[in-house]
């Protein structure tokens, strides 16, 4: 079985490669306290239909390179963030 993960696309800026955050919530060992992490995965997308702030679903798959190791699946959720879409927008003028 490959592991299978949803995440936030937090950037899109490399062709055919997003950067994709996972949030998770756990309990600080020393001091109980709940905290936050985030995992960051380098995804493989060959039709380039994910943008940032998309909810997307990865799954595994062999290294394509020396940091990607994750392929998309599907995209859950597009995002409706107008500040996203306004600083891709500019970033692209620019």
Not at 11 to 17: I, Q
Not at 32 to 60: F, M, P, Q, S, Y
Request: charged fraction near 35%; hydrophobic fraction near 35%.
């Amino acid at each position: 079985m490959k592991r299978t993960l949803v995440g936030t696309v937090a950037s899109d800026k490399a062709s055919k490669t997003l950067r994709v955050e996972i949030q998770r919530r756990f309990r600080h060992r020393k001091y109980g306290k709940i905290v936050r992490g985030r995992t960051v995965c380098h995804v493989h997308d060959e039709n380039e239909e994910a943008a940032v702030g998309d909810l997307v679903e990865i799954v595994e798959a062999p290294p394509r390179s020396k940091t990607k190791r994750w392929d998309l699946v599907r995209v859950v959720r597009e995002s409706d963030d107008v500040t996203a879409e306004a600083a891709a927008i500019s970033a692209d003028s620019e």
